[in-house]
T-cell receptor, first 116, second 110 residues
Framework: NAGVTQTPKFRILKIGQSMTLQCTQD?????MYWYRQDPGMGLKLIYY???????DKGEVPNGYNVSRSTTEDFPLRLELAAPSQTSVYFC???????????????FGPGTRLTVL | GQQVMQIPQYQHVQEGEDFTTYCNSS?????IQWYKQRPGGHPVFLIQ?????EVKKQKRLTFQFGEAKKNSSLHITATQTTDVGTYFC??????????FGQGTRLTINP
């Protein structure tokens, strides 16, 4: 199993450009998450999904959109990129809800995004 | 909303010294998880604690969950250079998401 994969690994955007960060998992997990990590900081939840067709906002959703058309894929869309969106983006998945026993989250390798 | 605070933010030790990081939640947690992130890497799950007062050990790492289920700690005995990284706690208060602490970055002088 590849686990959670993310593309691209690195990207530089100009202000106002758009892009989609791809995330795919092959573990048949229902729950998927997008986090951003600013330098020296913790992880902040952007959006999450509890299954195909269902998404919900996290702590910092402004400027982002997501979709979940399949169990495997959970792309994150940035519209009108801004310097404040410079960060490392991690996708994660889990087989259970966070308040369940054994709800370990598996993280992808991350996408380093710079907006200039 | 739920907040999870972690201290210290940074810790530098000599190899062989012990290390402890503390995690405090503003609300009672159903469980707490600990993750490790190596420099330039992604978070990797270490352990989950569920019961009040629970203590779990993984070799030189000892994890505790407070009696009130609002705080937790990670203690590393006799640090080694392989322990370098940032340690995060993450709490679940019954919602569909985890709230991560800011992390404690551990550096070690060999």
């Amino acid at each position: 199993n590849a686990g959670v994969t993310q593309t691209p690994k690195f990207r530089i955007l100009k202000i106002g450009q758009s892009m989609t960060l791809q995330c795919t998992q092959d573990m048949n997990h229902n729950y998927m998450y997008w986090y951003r990590q600013d330098p020296g900081m913790g992880l902040k939840l952007i959006y999450y999904s509890v299954g195909a067709g269902i998404t919900d906002k996290g702590e910092v959703p402004n400027g982002y959109n997501v979709s979940r058309s399949t169990t495997e894929d959970f792309p994150l869309r940035l519209e009108l990129a801004a310097p404040s969106q410079t960060s490392v983006y991690f996708c994660a998945s889990s087989s259970k809800l966070p308040d369940s026993l054994g709800n370990e989250q598996f993280f992808g390798p991350g996408t380093r995004l710079t907006v200039l | 909303g739920q907040q999870v605070m972690q201290i210290p933010q940074y810790q530098h030790v000599q190899e062989g010294e012990d290390f402890t990081t503390y995690c405090n939640s503003s609300t009672t947690l159903s469980n707490i998880q600990w993750y490790k992130q190596r420099p330039g890497g992604h978070p990797v799950f270490l352990i989950q604690l569920v019961k009040s007062g629970e203590v779990k050990k993984q070799k030189r790492l000892t994890f505790q969950f407070g009696e009130a289920k609002k705080n937790s700690s990670l203690h590393i005995t006799a640090t080694q250079t392989t322990d370098v990284g940032t340690y995060f706690c993450a709490g679940s208060g019954g919602a569909q998401k985890l709230v991560f602490g800011q992390g404690t970055r551990l550096t070690i002088n060999p």
